[in-house]
């Protein structure tokens, strides 16, 4: 039978390594999470559903409030392309080989010569860009995932390729926009998206998910995310120093319980 002091100490660990397996947004945009422009998590929300594999809430950006200079580094755009969002995660530790695992939704009701477009990127902690990881826009020909006339994302898709549906997209996010169509052949969402990707090298990371408005305010699209985990377990932030002293001494506890438990053994 465990000691109380082993008992002690693993209750330490359990409680700061965060045990529990609720998805990201279950409680809305979790602290430490950056926005610029226009972002928020939702339940099912019109014609737009959960996750697979997501929770109870996802999360969001869209144009419809969007802020100047908020675009793809790489990705030329007109100079009236003033209505940009993006919400960047936390800080995250990873290692190389670890799993990373999202989904996402492309919901727009722009289309054809005036498409918008969206992004999800992995960055380093200094903010430079470590992986492009999926884009999204629409072509005059139709097409969404990845993205017509953008670099190539380094993440596995599934599927592979995805056209948004013809019907406009009835989704609180997109405003006074919501259940309407520009070009109704090229306008709706693609459906949730599954995406995966092998960390390269050990390091600090964040996340960020994007959304431009090609040309004008008008005819908004959004990005809808969820079901991010690394290594199957939903995203947590780098520890602070105070909570990873007490990890550090709540494992140093274990070891010495463990030790002494194996001389009284002996």
């Keep these: 039978m465990r000691s109380r ?48 594999g997501g929770g109870t809430q996802y999360g969001w950006v ?23 969002s993006a919400l960047r995660s936390h800080l995250f530790t990873a290692q190389a080989g670890d799993a990373l695992h999202f989904a996402f939704n492309y919901i727009t009701t722009d289309g054809g010569d005036f498409s918008d477009y969206a992004w999800v990127r992995l960055l380093n902690g200094d903010g430079s860009q470590a992986a492009l990881l999926a884009t999204a826009r629409t072509s005059p020909g139709g097409g969404a995932v990845p993205g017509f006339g953008m670099p190539a994302g380094a993440a596995t898709l599934d599927p592979p390729f995805s056209d948004v549906e013809g019907l406009a997209p009835s989704w609180s996010p997109l405003g006074d926009d919501s259940g309407t169509c520009y070009i109704p052949d090229n306008c709706g969402q693609t459906g949730w998206i599954g995406a995966a990707y092998t960390i390269a090298a050990a390091g600090e990371y964040t996340l960020e998910f994007g959304v431009v408005n090609w040309v004008d305010r008008g005819a908004d699209t959004g990005l809808a995310f969820d079901a991010i985990t690394l290594d199957g377990v939903p995203l947590a932030p780098v520890p ?8 550090m001494t709540g494992a140093l506890l274990l070891a010495l319980i463990r030790r002494a438990g194996r001389r009284r053994g002996d």
């Excluded at 869209?62 to 940009?84: H, K």
């Excluded at 602070?240 to 990890?247: D, K, S, Y």
Aim: hydrophobic letters at 45%; a negative charge.
């Design 5 to 52: 002091a082993a008992a002690a100490a693993a209750a330490i660990l359990l409680g700061l390594a965060g045990t529990s397996h609720a998805q990201v947004f279950d409680g809305g945009i979790p602290a430490g999470w950056q926005c610029a422009g226009d972002c928020g998590t939702a339940p099912e929300d019109g014609n737009i559903t959960l996750a697979p």
């Design 62 to 84: 869209s144009t419809v409030n969007g802020a100047a200079g908020v675009l793809l580094p790489g990705v030329s755009a007109p100079a009236d392309s003033i209505a940009g």
């Design 240 to 247: 602070e120093p105070g909570r990873l002293g007490m990890l």
